[in-house]
């Protein structure tokens, strides 16, 4: 059964950093692309970053460029992704999610629980 | 960067219902389009991929049609276990930017 099980999120100032974990099961983690999303309160999906299988390939989307990055552990099995430079704006549910092709990406088949970030004085 | 848009917004459908959303590109993306249904408080759940696929589990009232820029999802009987938020996502190259969203529920 595949697993996404994130940890990191918490109460951050403005300008401060944070690094999310997404610990994985129940797949080969190092054969497949992962993404984080985001969902603000009360707002839509945001599609944030992603790594591909080999780690070789990351993208990010606009908003956060330069101040996000994202990294995965082959041998824990672990995903990352290190926030730093924090606006009130990156306050949100972040997810992990699988994507369901290994050569291709794809949609995001299996996600996390969620784990949230406030970023307030 | 593609940017994708839904409509409606929100619909508020009866029980039997034939609800039909609507997601665009603004660029071509063939078939490489998702869609998510996400409940109220729970985590987003693939429900069909590559515009028509429909993923394991994902019961048969709902369908996905469009290649190109113009794409629909279709639930052929709404069902009160329907009531969530449905998102477009493109999914052929990064970034993999999804839909503002529609919002379904029973009239």
């Known amino acids: 059964e595949v697993q996404l099980l994130e940890s990191g999120g918490g109460l951050v100032q403005p300008g401060g950093s944070l690094r999310l974990s997404c610990a994985a099961s129940?797949?080969?983690?190092?054969?497949?692309?992962m993404s984080w999303v985001r969902q603000a309160p009360g707002r839509g999906l945001e599609w944030v970053s992603g790594?591909?299988?080999?780690?070789?390939?990351?993208y990010y989307a606009d908003s956060v460029k330069g101040r996000f990055t994202i990294s995965r552990d082959k041998s824990k099995n672990t995903l990352f992704l290190q926030l730093d430079s924090l606006r009130a704006e990156d306050t949100a549910i972040y997810y992990c999610?699988?994507?369901?092709?290994?050569?291709?990406?794809?949609?995001?088949?299996?996600w996390g629980q969620g784990t949230l970030v406030t970023v307030s004085s | 960067d593609i940017q994708m848009t839904q409509s409606p917004s929100s619909l508020s459908a009866s029980v039997g219902d034939r609800v039909t959303i609507t997601c665009r590109a603004s660029?071509?993306?063939?078939?490489?389009l998702a869609w998510y249904q996400q409940k109220p408080g729970k985590v987003p759940k693939l429900l069909i991929y590559?515009?028509?696929t429909l993923q394991s589990g994902v019961p048969s009232r709902f369908s996905g049609s469009g290649s190109g820029t113009d794409f629909t999802l279709t639930i052929s009987s709404l069902q009160p276990e329907d009531v969530a938020s449905y998102y477009c996502?493109?999914?052929?190259?990064?970034?993999?930017?999804f839909g503002p969203g529609t919002k379904v529920d029973i009239k």
């Open positions: 999610a699988k994507h369901l092709s290994g050569r291709n990406w794809g949609a995001l088949d299996y």
């Open positions: 129940g797949f080969t983690f190092s054969s497949y692309a």
């Open positions: 790594i591909s299988g080999s780690g070789g390939s990351t």
């Open positions: 660029q071509g993306i063939s078939n490489y």
């Open positions: 590559a515009a028509s």
């Open positions: 996502q493109m999914h052929n190259s990064a970034p993999f930017t």
